[in-house]
């Protein structure tokens, strides 16, 4: 079945270590995303990219960085300098229609710091 | 700037009552609109979609979404809500172009048995 993997499921960060959370997908999507979620304030746009070695800064990006080394894959590393990690973090992928793409979702990671 | 707006942050309502979600978008353009499902501690399922065409939606699950140009309104609905439909919903929309999308702050759907 095509769709989206997230792992872990749920990740713990000590200070001042960086951690990566995998997003994978088999869709053959070319565009992918990193959304960061947060009680009562929706989806915030973290990183996207839209083809492979190419990806662009969303509205939250500081303390994150990705690559985007394989169609399939688009891990995000959530570095040390996010003073603030704790969050639940949703990746999604679509075709590239101009404007007529439609995202679809992982079922996301929990991170908690420790 | 472009803005997605859900006016209602909590609903109740009763198994077999009938269900509308508010949702209301700022945007220049002819928006590209989206209404998503999420479980608790699970990722979005999208419910339906709005390109162009006809104005009134169908989804999955019995839903179906209006879109209304001169209200700027996207709203969801269901005639019948089952207690399965227990869940928060997050309206979004498309900007053409940017593969970006704004998303509300969503509406969390609680169901009485």
């Given at each position: ?8 499921k ?6 001042g ?48 960085s ?6 399939e ?25 101009y ?16 | ?34 209404w ?53 919903y ?14 509300g ?9």
């Open positions: 079945d095509g769709g989206i993997t997230q792992s872990p749920y990740l713990f960060r000590k200070e270590q960086n951690v990566t959370l995998s997003c994978e997908q088999n869709l053959n999507h070319d565009a992918m995303y990193w959304y960061r979620q947060d009680p009562g304030q929706g989806l915030r746009l973290i990183y996207y990219s839209q083809i492979v070695n190419d990806f662009q800064k969303g509205d939250i990006a500081e303390g994150y990705v690559s985007r080394e394989k169609k894959s688009f891990p995000l590393t959530v570095t040390s300098a996010q003073k603030n990690p704790t969050a639940f973090y949703l990746c999604a992928s679509s075709t590239r229609d404007g007529k793409e439609t995202q679809y979702f992982g079922p996301g990671t929990r991170l908690l710091v420790l | 700037a472009q803005s997605v707006t859900q006016p209602d942050i909590h609903i109740t309502v009763s198994e077999g009552a009938s269900l509308e979600l508010r949702c209301n978008y700022s945007y220049g353009a002819t928006p590209y609109l989206f998503y499902v999420q479980s608790p501690g699970q990722g979005l399922q999208l419910l339906l979609k709005y390109f162009s065409g006809d104005t009134l939606v169908q989804g999955i699950k019995g839903f179906e979404a209006e879109f209304k140009r001169s209200q700027s309104s996207f709203n969801l609905r269901k005639p019948s809500v089952h207690w399965s439909d227990a869940a928060e997050f309206c979004a929309v498309g900007t053409s172009g940017t593969y970006k999308y704004i998303f702050t969503g509406t969390r759907l609680k169901v009485l048995a």
